[in-house]
């Protein structure tokens, strides 16, 4: 009970957000939503090059209108969809809590078919 309070909350929700990677803008879906970080499903054709020279790196989240810096901590590849980690920068912390707690706004424009994972 205790580690669940000290756990970030996730938000299990399906919701498109856009993240520009070095030069690439890559369009994905979101697998959960925290506090602190994102994960982001996107097609491996979407992909143009390796994200392993990205890792570490700042990447932008364009998310209801609203950029958001962050930084690509991790992703894994299956089944010809990567799920990309992304860490939310400390001085975007409190904007990207206001984006999640205004419900009406982030689940209005939800996925409409689940990713295939």
């Given at each position: 009970?205790i580690?669940?309070?000290?756990?970030?909350?996730?938000?299990d929700?399906?919701?498109?957000?856009?993240?520009?990677i070095?030069?690439?803008?890559?369009?994905?879906?979101s697998?959960?939503?925290?506090?602190?970080?994102?994960?982001?499903?996107?097609?491996?054709?979407?992909?143009k090059?390796?994200l392993?020279y990205y890792?570490?790196?700042n990447?932008?989240i364009?998310?209801?209108?609203?950029?958001?810096h962050?930084t690509l901590?991790?992703?894994?590849?299956?089944?010809?969809t990567?799920?990309?980690?992304?860490?939310?920068?400390?001085?975007?912390?409190?904007?990207?809590?206001?984006?999640?707690?205004?419900?009406?706004?982030?689940?209005?424009h939800?996925?409409?078919?689940?990713?295939?994972?």
């Amino acid at each position: 009970m205790i580690l669940e309070r000290l756990l970030p909350r996730r938000h299990d929700r399906q919701v498109d957000i856009s993240c520009n990677i070095g030069e690439m803008r890559i369009r994905g879906v979101s697998s959960y939503l925290s506090n602190y970080d994102v994960c982001v499903q996107v097609p491996s054709t979407r992909v143009k090059t390796s994200l392993q020279y990205y890792l570490n790196n700042n990447v932008t989240i364009d998310f209801n209108n609203v950029t958001i810096h962050a930084t690509l901590k991790w992703y894994t590849l299956e089944n010809g969809t990567y799920s990309i980690g992304i860490d939310i920068n400390k001085s975007y912390v409190h904007e990207w809590k206001r984006l999640l707690s205004d419900k009406k706004r982030i689940f209005m424009h939800e996925a409409r078919s689940p990713v295939a994972v």
